[in-house]
């Protein structure tokens, strides 16, 4: 389902699915992935709007993907053998995640 809500970090109102609900002190927040821009965003339940007519047939510009059997990488380094070695890592570094996207570009 595919929802409309407004993004306070770009200024407008966007195509977003929701990932995400969780209940907070004062009301709902939603972590929405907006399929136009391609970015994740945090809203409050009162920022979101049922997509209607024909807007709702319009393709996503972005869709989520993972690279294909590539696996995070980050270097590992002991001080107390003075070595450095290239190891698996729970998650992509940022700069890692900067390069890609220059790639991209």
């Given at each position: ?34 399929v136009d ?22 393709p996503h ?45």
């Open positions: 389902q595919v929802y409309v809500v407004f993004s306070e970090e770009l200024k407008c109102w966007c195509r977003a699915l929701v990932e995400s609900v969780r209940c907070q002190a004062h009301g709902y927040q939603l972590r929405c992935f907006l821009y391609a970015k994740s965003c945090s809203v409050p339940s009162e920022n979101i709007r049922v997509l209607a007519g024909a807007f709702a047939e319009i510009r972005a869709k989520k993907c993972r690279l294909h059997c590539t696996k995070p990488l980050t270097l590992h380094i002991d001080y107390y053998e003075n070595t450095a070695k290239i190891g698996p890592a729970k998650r992509w570094d940022t700069a890692a995640i900067q390069h890609f996207r220059k790639l991209l570009e």
